[in-house]
């Protein structure tokens, strides 16, 4: 038997129907595909039933990672690190399917360091990942809702998203307490060049910090009042955060490390 770690957010997906759903959203067959946060494999044993050409499994856990070793013997690599400390863009010459059912602040906070870290190639094709609903809600959010914010543009810069399904407390164990949504990444054949992604970071966290105040005070703050921009951008200041869409705070970005070149 098995006792989840709440401290390493271990709910064990267990609905059949949920893991044919999430293994049915893209090609599996001879791909390389990793899996983060395998757990006890009830998700791993359905990726190899299709027959990938590769698996590569990511799991903190050290007895987790036993359990792991004795059930899947040689069709399976095995990583016991932390995800966050992997440098996933080396970690692959091929490009990867990823699956993750993670501890929800750490789907976060990868999804973020992905996007952010990624170079010129994108080293995934297709990032299939559980989030908490609300946390999802605010990812896909489109501009003018009021979950528009920082998280919905940094996704969107680069990753076209798409929501496959809500899942249910039931469909774990042990049960969470919240909503969770499963969502699907794939990179963008065109998106905004912006030359250091920390600067999209550091744009919309100073834009979002009080998202019901006009815009006037952060843009003053990082472009100094310049009216050329705010005509070139067809910009308003006296509109609040969430009503600029997603290519305006790109070229806003642009301008911004304009400025600074
Ligand atoms: N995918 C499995 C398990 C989900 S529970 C399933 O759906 O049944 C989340 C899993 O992520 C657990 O196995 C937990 O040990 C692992 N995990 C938590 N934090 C991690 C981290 N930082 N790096 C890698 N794995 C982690």
């Known amino acids: 038997m098995i006792r989840a770690k709440k401290s ?15 293994t049915s959203i893209t090609e599996i067959k001879n791909k390389t595909v990793l899996e983060i946060g395998p757990g006890t494999g009830n998700l791993t044993s359905v990726i190899l039933s299709y027959k990938p050409r590769k698996l590569i499994v990511i799991e903190k856990d050290n007895f987790l990672v036993k359990n792991l070793k004795e059930n899947f013997q040689d069709n399976l690599t095995i990583i016991n ?3 966050l400390n992997i440098d996933e863009s080396s970690l692959f010459k091929e490009v990867v399917t990823v699956f993750g059912n993670l501890p929800y602040n750490i789907s976060t906070e990868i999804l973020s360091k992905w996007i952010i870290n ?16 609300e946390v999802a809600d605010r990812i ?3 501009f003018n809702t009021s979950n528009y914010g920082r998280l919905s543009i940094i996704s969107n810069w680069k990753l076209n998203i798409k929501k496959i399904c809500d899942i249910k407390p039931e469909s774990f164990s042990p049960k969470p307490k ?4 499963l969502l699907c990444f794939h990179p963008k054949k065109n998106f905004t060049k912006i030359k250091n992604p920390k600067n999209l970071e550091k744009l919309t966290r100073i ?5 019901r105040k006009m815009i006037k005070k952060p843009f003053n703050q990082l472009f100094n ?9 067809n910009i308003d200041l006296s509109l609040r955060p969430q009503n600029l869409d997603f290519e305006t705070y790109y070229k806003l970005v642009n301008e911004f490390e304009n400025l600074r070149s």
Not at 8 to 22: C, E, P, S, V
Not at 207 to 211: E, L, P, S, V, Y
């Open 8 to 22: 390493l957010g271990q709910n064990f997906l267990i609905d059949k129907n949920i893991l044919n759903t999430i």
């Open 178 to 181: 919240i909503d969770s949504s």
């Open 81 to 83: 690190e932390d995800i």
């Open 225 to 233: 009042g310049n009216k050329k921009i705010l005509e070139k951008l």
């Open 140 to 142: 896909i959010a489109k």
């Open 118 to 133: 990624l170079k010129d190639k994108f080293w995934f094709d297709c990032l299939i990942l559980m989030f908490q609903k």
């Open 207 to 211: 834009f979002f910090n009080q998202r």
